[in-house]
């Protein structure tokens, strides 16, 4: 079993940066996938960026990609979105994701989830 505890997130104006980080228990940690998601008041939760286990595979959504980073550590278990220019449709709670397969990019496709941090970027 996993746990994942995001941090991180907070208020910033558009334009600026936010770093979140996703430190995770467990042994299997290394060994799987970690996915970054959002959901924004009213919406469904979508995903944001993933990465492999190695860290040598990233993946992004269209809305994000070239103004977010992915990366992992996984000698200190934690898994970090590097996120910048941030925009006011980038305010959401953000969660962090675990599955022991390939890629995927939703919801379903993930088995441990974090508790959430809140990302409010203001106009």
């Known amino acids: 079993q996993v746990q994942l505890v995001e941090s991180g997130g907070g208020l910033v104006q558009a334009g600026g940066s936010l770093r979140l980080s996703c430190a995770a228990s467990?042994?299997?940690?290394?060994?799987?996938?970690i996915g970054w998601f959002r959901q924004a008041p009213g919406k469904e939760r979508e995903f944001v960026a993933a990465?492999?286990?190695?860290?040598?595979?990233?993946y992004y959504a269209d809305s994000v990609k070239g103004r977010f980073t992915i990366s992992r550590d996984n000698a200190k278990n934690t898994v970090a979105l590097q996120m910048n220019s941030l925009k006011p449709e980038d305010t959401a709670v953000y969660y962090c994701a675990n599955r022991r397969r390939g890629y995927a990019d939703y919801v379903l496709g993930y088995d441990y989830w974090g508790q959430g941090t809140q990302v409010t970027v203001s106009s």
């Open positions: 990465i492999s286990w190695t860290g040598a595979s990233t």
């Open positions: 467990g042994r299997t940690f290394s060994e799987s996938f």
